[in-house]
């Protein structure tokens, strides 16, 4: 079994974020992981190659920064990767990503794609689904358990409420969710393994993409921090009284009722 997963580097989810006085934000200093999500991706893939045998390629958009995040993925087991990297890129959105990773998978042998659910910086969890749009493959999101059988993928999805099963065809895309697996930490073995296997660096030009075809449809002008939250109050008073008293500050002050 051929399987690809798709991975981002991002800011420690314990980092401090600091503006960079510019409307940007400051990454001096700040420690790079693997998308705490895509690593249960891995983890899942790692678990599929066990099981069936094959291969897992890691796939990521990112500088020369993103290379601690491909290394670690491959000591984890992963077997190559594949990194894109373009000064066209610098600050691409969601769809200009997904373009460039569903080039890059479409030259690969695959019969499943993996990713996280959601990256930790930015939230939207868009770029596994739109990659699976441009492949023109099925898509599920939010994976709690995989199970496959020749052709098909059995899956349990987190849904409001609860859970949904859904059966699903291969090649597929699936994205994954906190509780699907523990991801394992890299051995000694596979960190000093990892410097020996490939990574094949690529650029628009080797997708048959240019700047133009991946220009940006969205763009982030000023970053700032929310507003700091501001202390709770008190109330005193015996049990009545101060239910009176909170629910008039509930109505006139907090707006809340």
């Known amino acids: 079994m051929n399987i690809v997963v798709s991975i981002k580097q991002t800011f420690d989810t314990e980092a401090k974020i600091v503006l960079d006085g510019k409307g940007g934000i400051d990454g001096t200093g700040v420690n790079l992981v693997i998308n705490p999500y895509d690593e249960f991706a891995i ?4 678990k599929l190659k066990e099981k069936f045998g094959g291969e ?8 020369e920064k993103a290379e601690t995040a491909v290394r670690t993925a491959l000591a984890m087991g992963c077997d190559k990767a594949v ?13 200009a990503v997904a373009e460039a990773l569903a080039k890059a998978v479409s030259d690969l042998p695959y019969d499943i794609v993996l990713a996280g659910r959601i990256a930790v910086d930015d939230g939207s969890g868009q770029v596994a689904v739109r990659v699976a749009d441009a492949l023109g493959i099925p898509s599920v999101s ?3 358990k995989l199970e496959i059988e020749g052709d098909t993928a059995s899956v349990t999805r987190e849904i409001d409420g609860g859970t949904e099963r859904i059966e699903v065809k291969l090649p597929a895309l699936l994205t994954a969710q906190k509780g699907l697996n523990e991801p394992r930490l890299p051995s000694m073995k596979g960190i000093m393994g990892a ?3 490939e990574i094949k660096v690529l650029g628009l030009a080797d997708l048959g993409l240019s700047a133009e075809e991946t220009a940006p449809k969205m763009n982030a002008p000023i970053f700032s921090l929310p507003s700091p939250r501001k202390g709770g109050k008190v109330v005193p008073g015996e049990a009545a009284e101060a239910a009176h008293e909170l629910a008039r500050l509930l109505r006139e002050e907090a707006k809340a009722v």
Request: proline share 3%; no cysteine; glycine share 10%.
């Open 195 to 197: 410097k020996k296997k």
């Open 142 to 144: 939010s994976i709690l």
């Open 56 to 63: 897992v390629t890691v796939v990521s958009v990112g500088g």
């Open 43 to 46: 983890e899942e893939a790692l």
């Open 83 to 95: 990194r894109i990297d373009d000064p066209a890129l610098l600050g691409a959105d969601e769809w």
